[in-house]
């Protein structure tokens, strides 16, 4: 199986279970994974496409040319506006991550020692390119949440996902857990088709100052 530029013989990877010391090279997948969504060129041209980011952006270009009569220098300020937003993505990207990465450290051994939570890991010749983990909710528990589902750039399209996922779809069932459920965003496109392909429901329930939030939803 190959991608783009990265060959993978499907004999050397390796799906295993997630240990403490692998803590940090798992957080890093996450964090690329994270920011090849956000702070992307897709984030900023969705941005661009709500009212409360597209009105600014007509309103200085209108302005600038105006004042200038010159198409150049409109074009250079809606540049420097798509700028502007890239950088508030980054700190947006960099707060949540922060938060996300405090949380994962501290709740890390309760999830390694609860039987009713699987963390895998896909590993290839000693690197991580591929994680999942599937735990029971405190608050509802017939039901099981999908969370930090990543696959590298350069492993996408070889499969690593699908195996991930379906590991973690046996641990559900293998459990007795009658719901599988996760959140993800808008932007988040292909890793919310593959849900769907796996029967998941799909739902906006929350629309944040930025993204629309998907609740997604599987029924054993």
Request: hydrophobic share 40%; net charge positive.
């Amino acid at each position: 199986m190959w991608s783009w530029y990265f060959k993978m013989d499907e004999k050397e990877l390796e799906i295993r279970d997630m240990e403490e010391n692998d803590f940090e090279k798992a957080n890093m997948l996450f964090v690329e994974g994270d920011k090849s969504v956000f702070v992307s060129f897709r984030g900023v041209v969705y941005l661009l496409k709500t009212l409360k980011f597209l009105m600014p952006a007509f309103v200085l270009c209108c302005a600038v040319f105006a004042a200038s009569r010159s198409t150049i220098y409109t074009l250079g300020a809606f540049s420097f506006y798509c700028f502007m937003l890239y950088l508030a993505l980054i700190r947006l990207s960099n707060n949540f991550l922060k938060d996300e990465t405090k949380k994962d450290k501290q709740g890390l051994q309760e999830h390694l020692e609860n039987m009713r939570c699987c963390y895998k890991l896909a590993v290839y010749k000693g690197e991580i390119i591929g994680s999942v983990c599937i735990t029971e909710m405190k608050s509802k528990p017939l039901v099981a949440e999908l969370k930090r589902f990543h696959v590298k750039k350069k492993a996408k399209g070889l499969g690593v996902g699908k195996k991930l996922l379906e590991i973690a779809l046996a641990f559900s069932k293998k459990y007795r857990f009658k719901h599988v459920a996760l959140t993800t965003t808008e932007l988040n496109y292909e890793a919310r088709q593959l849900y769907k392909k796996y029967g998941f429901k799909e739902e906006a329930f929350h629309s944040s100052n930025i993204f629309t939030i998907y609740r997604l939803t599987l029924t054993f």
